[in-house]
């Protein structure tokens, strides 16, 4: 059986090999780099072709789940040690969190920054500090969404934080092929400041009614003389023209010539 399993909340779920029984939302022992780790089932007997690169451990036995609380318990105050680090070598980089190991020897700390940061340093101190090997990950705008969660303009929770599997990349073609591309950045972008996953949703529908149907502000020849396309309506397949002489009129796809 193949299932989804969180290791870390910003990052995309992985699949791994398990026994049948599991559930959504257990707890289960997974091989990572620092070791065995927790994690939290998000979905099972995942129908992909992709092959899982390992297998689940086992079930996170009451130890092991008191032990990941005692970790996380941690977590507040190396955040706040980080942070300050941060400050006083003034990185431009922003901490978004931090997971300790299940045998508490190593501190992965989230950190979203604009471009490439020299952080040796930070890690040398922090390592100092905390008594911990310390290890910096530069997450996405996405990732910290998919962490913190919220709900979107749509008034339902953020399709990131929704919906487990991996994040589709979302381009600027599929909101121009939905004919919203001009509404402007701001319009058609989520709370990470990127384009809304939801762009994606019907993207492939609107390609496909969307065939053999003439650019827009392209220039055509109607029964009534050439014009320029000045709106499409991919859903109910019609067309509006401009004709060289100012005249408005509506066609359907097979209209055309």
């Known amino acids: 059986m ?20 599991l559930e959504i939302g257990e ?19 995942v129908e992909t072709q992709e092959e899982p690169a390992e297998k689940i451990v086992r079930r996170a036995t009451e130890r092991d789940q ?17 942070k300050e680090e941060i400050k006083s070598q003034e990185l431009n980089m922003k901490i978004v969190d931090v997971m300790v190991s299940l045998d508490g020897k190593q501190a992965i700390f989230a950190f979203t920054a604009d471009g490439r940061v020299d952080f040796r340093k930070l890690v040398k101190d922090l390592s100092t500090k905390i008594k911990k090997s310390v290890r910096m990950q530069q997450i996405g705008s996405r990732d910290e969404a998919r962490k913190l ?9 953020l399709c990131c934080a929704r919906f487990k599997g991996n994040m589709q990349s979302i381009t600027t073609e599929m909101a121009r092929v939905q004919q919203i591309a001009h509404r402007g950045s701001e319009r058609i972008s989520g709370l990470c400041g990127r384009l809304m996953c939801c762009l994606s949703y019907e993207a492939e529908q609107y390609k496909e009614m ?14 009534e003389g050439k014009g320029t396309v000045i709106e499409i309506n991919a859903i109910s397949q019609d067309i509006k ?17």
């Open 2 to 21: 193949k299932v989804l399993v969180t290791l870390y909340p910003w990052e995309n779920p992985r699949l791994y090999a398990a026994e049948q029984g």
């Open 27 to 45: 707890k289960v022992i997974i091989p990572s780099e620092a070791g065995n780790e927790l994690g939290t089932v998000e979905a099972v007997g």
């Open 66 to 82: 008191k032990v990941f609380a005692q970790r996380e318990a941690e977590k507040q105050e190396f955040l706040t040690i980080c």
């Open 149 to 157: 969660g919220g709900y979107g303009i749509c008034g339902r929770e």
């Open 210 to 223: 969307l065939q053999g149907m003439p650019e827009l502000f392209s220039v055509i020849e109607t029964k």
């Open 241 to 257: 023209v401009r004709l060289e002489s100012g005249k408005y009129i509506s066609l359907k796809k097979e209209d055309l010539k």
